[in-house]
């Protein structure tokens, strides 16, 4: 009987430590205020914090007084909690800013805005710079992949010029683009396989490690010198107006959206640098009874807005950061926003 009793009593207990932990929980979670210093991002605190690096649309859709989603300066406070940060609104007391707070920056007038990348891209290669490209030619055994680690051997032209500790990125070569209003053939899509490394070389062959492999590996593989993307660059303002049009996008797809890459016919043979702005727009056609009118010419249509990541002679990729609910396709046009 007494066992009954000690047994319906632990149950009891249970239950109600059951339903008061989550208030408790609740009541004592605190967060850390961290202070914006120059050079964060949304992206990189979302990702530092939480964990999360997509989580920041989020962050600013519930926070409308941030009127751009990649510009926070240093100042700036943020509560940060266990999946969630809230801006802290200008001007509000927090008397929890305490020790948890990693130190204040200084806002300048000069302060540059900061973009995220997202990784960048490299998916296009020109007619001219294909001539160029290396090959890997073989590895230590007969398997057919090659996986991170292993040993390979790298037909390299500029041979003398290779160093240990250079860094090649490894492609295959897509279908062929051709210009959209020319429709000469300007280059080819490309696919990223991954990364090597140079630790030696011979006098015919480069010799690597496979540091990274993003997709199937295999001999035969194209190489050009790896070029980093950073994952946060400067806007910058144009000097000189650059126009030019959409020649294909990283993947491949007809219509094109927001966070895409995509490749443009102008590059830095023209002036173009990265963190350049890129207005995206489309010339209005008339209509049938508007076309009698003489000398009529209607504003463009505003397609969104691009930022140069990369940039070689004759092309430049861009990521497309704003549209306006309008797809995007191959000959839409761009032109740098300029001062």
């Known amino acids: 009987m007494n066992l009954n009793r000690n047994l319906n009593r632990i149950i009891v207990t ?7 932990l989550p208030c408790t929980a609740l009541a004592k979670e605190e967060p850390i205020i961290y202070t914006v210093k120059k050079g964060d991002t949304l992206w990189d605190i979302s990702q530092r914090f939480i964990k999360d690096p997509y989580y920041w649309p989020n962050l600013w859709s519930h926070n409308p007084a941030v009127g751009n989603p990649h510009l926070i300066y240093p100042g700036q406070k943020l509560r940060i909690y266990d999946g969630r940060i809230e801006i802290i609104p200008v001007g509000e007391e927090m008397s929890e800013a305490s020790s948890t707070d990693p130190g ?12 995220p990348t997202f990784g960048g891209a490299n998916s296009f290669i020109s007619n001219a710079d294909i001539e160029t490209l290396g090959s890997l030619l073989d590895t230590v055994d007969n398997r057919i992949m090659i996986s991170t680690g292993e040993t390979v051997f790298l037909d390299i032209d500029d041979l003398d010029n290779v160093k240990t500790g250079d860094v090649y990125e490894l492609i295959d070569i897509g279908p062929k683009i051709t210009h959209p209003v020319s429709g000469l053939p300007i280059g080819f899509q490309t696919f990223q396989l991954g990364t090597v490394q140079i630790t030696d070389k011979t006098p015919s062959v480069a010799v690597a490690t496979v540091t990274y492999a993003l997709r199937e590996i295999k001999r035969g593989s194209k190489l050009r010198p790896y070029r980093e993307v950073p994952s946060r660059i400067p806007r910058l303002q144009a000097d000189v107006l650059l126009e030019g049009y959409i020649v294909s996008d990283d993947i491949g797809k007809l219509a094109m959206g927001q966070w895409e890459v995509i490749q443009v016919d102008i590059g830095q043979d023209s002036g173009l640098q990265v963190g350049n702005s890129l207005d995206l727009y489309r010339k209005r056609e008339l209509t049938e009874k508007a076309q009698k009118a003489k000398g009529l010419v209607l504003p463009d249509i505003d397609l969104g807005e691009a930022i140069v990541l990369e940039v070689r002679n004759g092309f430049a990729e861009a990521l497309i950061i704003r549209t306006n609910n309008l797809p995007l396709f191959r000959g839409d046009q761009v032109r740098t926003s300029v001062k």
């Open 14 to 20: 249970g239950c109600f430590l059951l339903l008061i």
């Open 104 to 115: 204040a920056a200084v806002v300048t007038p000069e302060e540059i805005e900061l973009l």
